[in-house]
C-alpha cells in the first residue's frame, strides 16, 4: 500500500517538473474532481496533447437571453473538437451539426445561444474527438421570471361573514418565487398579509370585502401580481340616521334608511306592520345606497311606526323609524355651572312644528358629600310659554330657577307638549350653584372652560383657582405699590 502511495507521489512530482504545469495544476484544484483526473491524464500524454485552457462551469441565462459557453483549447492540432448536448451532435470542428438556427459558434470553439429557452437547460459537452474521448461540461440553467394567476381564474372568492375565505395563487417560475399577500388599496411598502400561496382569513366580516393581491418574486426580472376579489355575504345590515322623525300636517317628510349589503337585495317599508305601497303622496326610491320613503302633504293617518326592512338570501334586517306630532327631544343648551348663588337660568331646546302649549320642569337638589349621595324630592312647575321660536322647527325657552341654596347640585328634567301630545321626558340635567367666596363674575366661564379642558377632574378645577385668585391677589398688591 505504501509503496503503490509514494510511486503515485513520485509520478506526480515528474509530471510536474517535465511539463511546468504548475499553472495548469493550480487552477484545476479548484474545477471539477473529475476534470483533475483528466488532467492528469493528459500530462501523462504530454504537452503536445490537445488541452482544455477553460474550466467547467454552471451557467445562468434568462429565458430569452444570450449566452455563450466557452471551449477553449491549446495543442488541438488535427484532433476533432465537438459540442454535444447528451447524445446529439451540435457541432463539429467548424461545422454546425444542428438544425437550430440559434445555435452558432463564436471566436475559435465557444458556442452562442441566443433566444434560450427552458428546454435548453442540462448540460453541454465540449468534447475533443479522439480514441479516448476527452470533455469539458457546462451546465446551463435557465432562470423563468415570475408569472403568477389566481385560483381559480376569474379570481372571485365568496365567504360567508363569520367564516374563513381562502384566497390562492399559482405561481411559476425558476426558481420557484415566493408569495406575498396584499390588500390591493394598500400600499406595497407595507407589510404583507401572508406568505405563499394560500392566504386564510378567518372570521371575516364585511370589512374584509375587497380586492387582495398576490405578488410572486424570484429575484429574476420584475415581480409579477394577481389579483382576488372577496366578497363577504352577509345579512343586510340598516342604518337609520334619525329613529324619530317630527312631521305635522300637511308638511313634507322623507324617512331615509341605509343599506351595507354586498348580495341582492329587497328593500320594502312598512307602517305599524301593514306593507307600504307607492301613492299620490308617497314614494319610495333609492339613491346609491340610501332608501327613501318620502311623503308629501301630511295627513293624521300617516302618523306612527315605520320600518324598512332588508331581505337576502343570508337574512332580514329591519330599522323602525318614528314619525310623531309629539314634541321632540329636549336638547339643554345652558351650563352646568350657575353664576349665581340661588338661581339658575335653564335654557332648553325643543322641536316641535306646533306651537308649544305647556312645558313640565322638575328638580330636586342632591345631597352629596365624599361618601353619600341621596336625591331630595322633586319641584314640579309647570310653565305656558309664550310664544318663542328658535327656527320654524325648534322653540328656545329659558326659565330662571329661584331659591335654590348656594354651592349644592340639583337636576333637572323638561317634558313638553303640543297639540298631538308630550314628548318623551327629557334626560336629566346637572347643574351646579355657585359658593360665596367666588367672586368673580367670569368665574362660570373659567370653570366651564377649565371642566372641559381638564375634562372635569375636581382635582384640577380647585388647583386653577386657587392659582387664579392668587394671581389676583398679587396683581391688586403690584398695583397699590405702584400707586
Ligand atoms: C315600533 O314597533 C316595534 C315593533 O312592534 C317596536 O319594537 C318598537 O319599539 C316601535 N317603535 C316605536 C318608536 O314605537
Ligand atoms: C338666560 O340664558 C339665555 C341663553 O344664554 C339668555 O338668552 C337669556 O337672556 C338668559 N336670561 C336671563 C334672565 O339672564
Ligand atoms: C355626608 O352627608 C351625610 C348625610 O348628610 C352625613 O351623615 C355624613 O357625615 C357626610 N360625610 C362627610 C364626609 O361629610
Redesign the pocket.
Known amino acids: 500500500m505504501e509503496k503503490l502511495w509514494s510511486s503515485i507521489l513520485m509520478f506526480l512530482l515528474l509530471i510536474i517538473r517535465r511539463n511546468g504545469l504548475c499553472q495548469n495544476f493550480a487552477e484545476s484544484f479548484h474545477s471539477h474532481p473529475q476534470q483533475e483526473q483528466q488532467q492528469h491524464h493528459y500530462g501523462d500524454i504530454g504537452t503536445d496533447e490537445p488541452q482544455f485552457i477553460t474550466k467547467g462551469h454552471l451557467y445562468r441565462a434568462v429565458v430569452g437571453d444570450t449566452i455563450v459557453l466557452p471551449c477553449k483549447v491549446k495543442n488541438l492540432g488535427s484532433y476533432v473538437l465537438l459540442w454535444r448536448r447528451g447524445a446529439a451532435v451540435l457541432t463539429a470542428q467548424n461545422l454546425m451539426v444542428t438544425r437550430d438556427a440559434r445555435f452558432k459558434m463564436i471566436d475559435g470553439y465557444n458556442l452562442q445561444i441566443s433566444n434560450v429557452r427552458v428546454t435548453d437547460a442540462g448540460d453541454y459537452v465540449c468534447q475533443i474527438g479522439d480514441v479516448e474521448p476527452r470533455d469539458q461540461v457546462h451546465t446551463l440553467e435557465i432562470l423563468v421570471p415570475p408569472s403568477v394567476r389566481s385560483v381559480p381564474d376569474h379570481g372571485i372568492i365568496s365567504a360567508r361573514q363569520g367564516g374563513t375565505a381562502t384566497l390562492e395563487c399559482k405561481a411559476t417560475g425558476n426558481p420557484t418565487p415566493h408569495i406575498y399577500w396584499f390588500r390591493k388599496t394598500a400600499k406595497h411598502s407595507s407589510m404583507p398579509l401572508g406568505e405563499g400561496p394560500v392566504l386564510i382569513l378567518e372570521q371575516v366580516g364585511r370589512q374584509h370585502s375587497g380586492t387582495y393581491q398576490c405578488k410572486a418574486e424570484n429575484g429574476v426580472r420584475e415581480a409579477a401580481y394577481a389579483d382576488v376579489n372577496l366578497k363577504v355575504l352577509s345579512p343586510p345590515e340598516l342604518s337609520t340616521e334619525r329613529?324619530?322623525i317630527h312631521a305635522s300636517e300637511s308638511c313634507e317628510i322623507e324617512i331615509v334608511c341605509t343599506l351595507q349589503s354586498d348580495m341582492n337585495t329587497d328593500v320594502s317599508w312598512y307602517q305599524n306592520?301593514f306593507m307600504l305601497e307607492p301613492t299620490d303622496r308617497r314614494t319610495m326610491y333609492s339613491r346609491g345606497n340610501k332608501y327613501i320613503l318620502s311623503i308629501v302633504n301630511f295627513r293624521t293617518t300617516d302618523f306612527g311606526?315605520y320600518?324598512c326592512v332588508a331581505d337576502n338570501s343570508l337574512g332580514r334586517t329591519k330599522k323602525?323609524i318614528?314619525v310623531s306630532g309629539r314634541p321632540g327631544p329636549t336638547e339643554f343648551l345652558s351650563s352646568q355651572y350657575s353664576s349665581h348663588l340661588d338661581r339658575y337660568n335653564l335654557t332648553f331646546k325643543i322641536e316641535s312644528l306646533p306651537d308649544l302649549d305647556e312645558i313640565k320642569l322638575l328638580y330636586r337638589k342632591l345631597m352629596i358629600n365624599e361618601t353619600y349621595q341621596r336625591p331630595g324630592n322633586w319641584n314640579e312647575l309647570v310653565l305656558y310659554p309664550s310664544v318663542s321660536r328658535y327656527d320654524s322647527r325648534h322653540f328656545v325657552m329659558s326659565y330662571i330657577i329661584t331659591k335654590l341654596e348656594h354651592n349644592s347640585v340639583y337636576e333637572v328634567m323638561v317634558q313638553a307638549k303640543n297639540r298631538y301630545g308630550w314628548n318623551e321626558v327629557s334626560d336629566i340635567h346637572q347643574f351646579h350653584t355657585r359658593s360665596y367666596g367666588y367672586v368673580n363674575e367670569n368665574m362660570d366661564f373659567i370653570i366651564n372652560s377649565i371642566s372641559m379642558t381638564s375634562s372635569g377632574s375636581d382635582i384640577y378645577r380647585k388647583k386653577f383657582i386657587i392659582i387664579f385668585i392668587c394671581c389676583q391677589f398679587l396683581a391688586a398688591f403690584l398695583l397699590s405699590v405702584i400707586t
Open positions: 329613529q324619530w306592520s311606526n320600518s323602525y318614528e
